[in-house]
């Protein structure tokens, strides 16, 4: 006997709403409508068509990454996927692993070495604040790594490593290999792998490059890359293998099904930042969490992270005493669409500032629906005073037009 047809199942229709919710989180992030058309396309993993697309990621991705011959690969997955992709074909089990953990993220790799069974050593920065020079220096000289992993923007906490450059070139010193989880921050602003040496930078489809989840890219080093061909031993990983990954990814032949869709929607997703250049995506980016920021502040309430180590990609905002995040979150979902994140730990929300989040309309609809949300539930907030300062930090910034807006020579 089969078992029953299920009942009540019903179609997306009747469980998604009318509009859709404005994405204003921690990610995923909304997608530009010539994303979402690459995405809704299927053809064949292994033809010429697709071979010609793979060609263009990777040279686009090397734009992307600032590497002039770095090793590129993608991955089916999310960029938790290419993190575990970076460590296990750079930590051999049983060599030493510096982990500079400064909050969720960045200690998701110190795990992913631990289960490889590497020796790790974890630097714990304090919260809310950036790494130091001067410890990682010195952790380096006592510890001797083989790798390090770091994160550019801890997305959990809202911090940003600034001086990731600086302890990339101590790493590089000392002779460590260094893992840069730049999944929140690629393409929101600067990072350069070749400049700053870096030998693995990851990133995810669904924050920085404002494509969908699930689809993910990993850049090697040639330093990075000679390790891995130099390993004598098999890798635990079959997926994750960035040997049997280059099969697909270089010499047109079979690994895994691709992800087509994913890589034609991180093309798309790619193509956009090329015509955008990085210089003006960075401005953009820096310039509308600026804004945002000076909004925030202006309605009266406070930003989680000093200045000096706050990350611009994704906004901490604290929640005052008398609320809870989470009836904030669900009021501005339900009466203003628009979805903001809570957090993993602090009592904060996060605001993301991640590819079309950056956008003025997007932020003005933002920021009204968060002081209105907080207001309905009996904060003493400045709304007309948050949406001004907003409007003046935006209007001292000369806008770049949406690539799309640019086409059709709308005046601004
Ligand atoms: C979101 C995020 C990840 C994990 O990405 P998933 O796609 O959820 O696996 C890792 N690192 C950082 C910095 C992130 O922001």
Redesign the pocket.
């Known amino acids: 006997m089969l078992i029953q047809v299920p009942e009540r199942i019903v179609p997306l229709d009747s469980i998604l709403p009318d509009e859709p919710l404005l994405m204003m989180g ?2 995923p992030v909304p997608i530009p409508a010539r994303v979402a058309a690459a995405n809704g396309i299927v053809i064949n993993h292994l033809g010429d068509t697709m071979a010609q697309i793979i060609e263009q990621v990777k040279i686009m991705s090397r734009y992307v990454f600032q590497t002039r011959n770095g090793h590129i690969l993608g991955v089916a ?7 575990e992709m970076a460590v296990a074909n750079l930590v051999v089990p049983g060599s030493k692993v510096l982990s500079v953990c400064n909050g969720f ?2 200690s ?1 790799l110190a795990e992913m070495a631990q289960r490889l069974e590497a020796e790790v050593v974890k630097l714990q920065v304090a919260e809310g604040e950036a790494a130091s020079l001067e410890k990682v220096e010195a952790y380096l000289q006592q510890h001797k790594p083989q790798v390090l992993t770091i ?6 906490n809202t911090v940003c490593n600034h001086n990731l450059a600086q302890i990339a070139a101590l790493a590089k010193q000392h002779d460590c290999l260094v893992i840069v ?5 690629l393409s929101t602003m600067p990072l350069e792998m070749d400049e700053w040496g870096i030998d693995a930078v ?1 990133t ?4 920085g490059l404002s494509c969908i ?2 689809i ?1 890219l990993i850049g090697f080093s040639d330093r990075a890359w000679q390790h891995i061909q130099s390993r004598k031993d098999q890798l635990r990983h079959w997926c994750l293998d960035a040997k049997l990954a280059e099969q697909f990814w270089y010499k047109k032949s079979y690994h895994y099904t691709a992800p087509v869709s994913g890589i034609l929607a991180i093309h798309e997703a790619m193509r956009l930042i090329i015509n955008e250049t990085l210089p003006i995506r960075y401005e953009r980016h820096l310039r509308c969490s600026q804004a945002l920021q000076a909004g925030i502040e202006a309605l009266g309430l406070q930003l989680y992270v000093e200045p000096s180590a706050r990350l611009n990609s ?1 906004v901490g905002i604290n929640v005052p005493a008398g609320v809870e995040g989470k009836a904030i979150l669900k009021y501005m979902s339900a009466r203003y669409r628009v979805e903001i994140s809570g957090s993993f730990g602090p009592n904060i929300i996060r605001i993301g500032q991640m590819g079309e989040q950056c956008r003025a309309h997007n932020l003005f609809r933002t920021l009204h629906a968060l002081g209105a949300s907080f207001i309905s539930m009996g904060q003493q907030l400045d709304l007309p005073a948050g949406v001004a300062a907003l409007e003046s930090t935006l209007d001292k910034y000369e806008f770049p037009l949406h690539p799309e807006v640019e086409k059709l020579s709308i005046a601004r």
């Open positions: 921690a990610g997955g999310p960029g938790s996927a290419a993190m993220f960045s998701r994160v550019q923007g801890e997305t959990s989880d730049a999944v929140c921050t990851i995810g489809g669904q924050k989840p699930g993910s994704v």
